[in-house]
């Protein structure tokens, strides 16, 4: 058991670490094609004050905190609540 518990407490941190990175880069990516488009994508770029374009402003730069690792739980906790409120936006009225 107390191997078990060495094992958590030296590898917890890192996987953290790598779970964190990830996701900004995925949030930086897909808003990246919309802000820049830049990688290349079919959808056209949107205006920067509509709903769609602060969005991409919050994830494209939240994503860049998250992945330098500065102000990182607020951040998460502003991008978790962006993205419920884009789930029941755009997917759940398109049903389960």
Known sequence: MTDLNSFYSQWSPRILSVLRI?????????RGQKLFGFPA????????????????????????????????????????????VAYFMAHAPQGF
């Open 22 to 30: 990830v996701t900004a880069f995925l949030f930086m990516q897909h």
């Open 41 to 84: 994508s079919s959808q056209a770029a949107h205006p920067l004050l509509s709903l769609i374009g602060v969005a991409g402003i919050l994830e494209f730069f939240g994503g860049l905190l998250l992945l330098i690792g500065l102000f990182s739980r607020p951040v998460a906790f502003l991008l978790s609540g962006q993205m419920a």
